[in-house]
Nanobody, 113 residues
């Protein structure tokens, strides 16, 4: 099983980034896919989830700014992040959940001027 996240980087406040996660080794379209993040000194928190049927949930802190999507043909899940704030700075992790839970290595997002 592999979950490979990409797309992190340094962006100014108000800017945008798009994270992608490429999955392999499991039945992607059966799994709920999520993005989590962990800021320095803080616990990992759920950012957004998209179910196997397409249902979506967001953390209150990102509603209206972030959009999660999935492409079952390409086994990818993406997170479009707009209007970024310094408090969005964190390592972002891709997660797959069904009967098992899989984690990818994170990608660092830094929002700073």
């Amino acid at each position: 099983v592999q979950l490979q996240a990409s797309g992190g980087g340094l962006v100014q406040p108000g800017g945008s980034l798009r994270l992608s996660c490429a999955a392999s080794g499991f039945t992607f379209n059966s799994y709920a896919m999520s993005w989590y993040r962990q800021a320095p000194g803080k616990q990992r928190e759920l950012v957004a989830t998209i179910g196997s049927g397409g249902s979506i949930n967001y953390a209150d802190s990102v509603k209206g700014r972030f959009t999660i999507s999935r492409d079952n043909a390409k086994n990818t899940v993406s997170l479009q992040m707009n209007s970024l704030k310094p408090e969005d700075t964190a390592v972002y992790y891709c997660n797959a959940w069904l009967s098992s839970t899989y984690w990818g290595k994170g990608t660092l997002v830094t929002v700073s001027s």
